[in-house]
């Protein structure tokens, strides 16, 4: 029998190993409270308990690193990095998103509703392995798996993919890495754009967020420290209070105002300081 065996980052860059739908471990995390959990389950402490009954609850309720994976998907919250891209494609702004999906690796994706399903309830996607379910799903959409016999997790290549098939506003969803430069460095021609939505910023240190809204178009702030800290000190646009999301270039901020008009809240903000009193605890 084939492994089967799929590694993601969550809830404070937890570590999670799911084998043949059952998960075989969970790791720890000093990240006790967050905002955006507490308000949608009155959950005070993120501890193991609680994380295997929402690990659990995305394996039953939509299939998560299982054959049963449902990929197509309407909004799931107001304003997440999938939202803004689904809308951003739906208004013909993007043409195509380059990310990744549990049994498939990375994926070039050009159906909103796609879109929104891959991205909207996964968090860090650390390795995969392939679910030939899944990728035919994928692929009965009209997406491409970048590597179907090895569920393979590369971006760049699939940016590469994505300029191939003649496409020219690419959008990309990455968790941060050196290959973001890479991916922002990536020759291409005049007509081509190339936008960046870095998430699952947890952890990151003080090098790597610089790096990150230096090269990205879009920046999640999670539970990270020096996300926290450098927006603190360079003033980004952002939306939201409890967990921002950063527009780290005039790109990033015409996507998320987009998204914001569409569901008619109030425009990206630079109002600093920031109103931190019900952030994560603690920031990594």
Excluded: W
Aim: glycine share 8%; proline share 5%.
């Amino acid at each position: 029998m084939a492994e089967d065996r799929h590694v993601i980052e969550t809830l404070g860059k937890v570590r999670v190993v799911i084998e043949n739908g059952e998960i075989t471990e969970v790791g720890s995390s000093e990240m006790k409270y967050c905002p955006m959990f507490h308000a949608m389950h009155k959950v005070d402490e993120l501890n193991e308990e609680f994380i295997r009954k929402n690990i659990n609850f995305r394996i039953q309720d939509f299939g998560m690193c299982t054959p049963d994976r449902v990929i197509e998907m309407d909004d799931l919250v107001t304003v997440g990095i999938s939202e803004i891209l689904k809308t951003n494609m739906e208004n013909g702004e993007i043409d195509c998103v380059v990310g990744a999906c549990d049994g498939a690796g990375t994926v070039i994706m050009t159906n909103p509703r796609v879109v929104q399903g891959v991205g909207g309830r996964v968090s860090g996607l650390i390795s995969t392995t392939p679910i030939p379910e899944v990728i035919k799903k994928l692929e009965d959409t009209g997406s491409i798996v970048l590597d179907p016999e090895t569920a393979e997790l590369n971006q760049l290549e699939g940016l590469k993919i994505a300029i191939e098939k003649g496409y020219k506003n690419i959008a990309i969803t990455v968790i941060p890495s050196p290959m973001i430069k890479e991916l922002r460095q990536y020759p291409v021609d005049d007509d081509v754009n190339v936008y960046i939505f870095v998430a699952h910023t947890t952890g990151v240190s003080a090098e790597e967020a610089e790096m990150v809204f230096k090269n990205g178009d879009i920046v999640t702030a999670c539970a990270s420290k020096e996300v926290s800290d450098y927006a603190d000190e360079h003033k980004p646009y952002y939306y939201g209070l409890k967990v921002p999301i950063f527009c780290a270039s005039e790109d990033g901020r015409r996507f998320l105002d987009n998204r914001l008009k569409k569901i008619n809240k109030p425009l990206t903000t630079n109002d600093y300081p920031r109103n931190k009193d019900d952030s994560p605890r603690k920031l990594l």
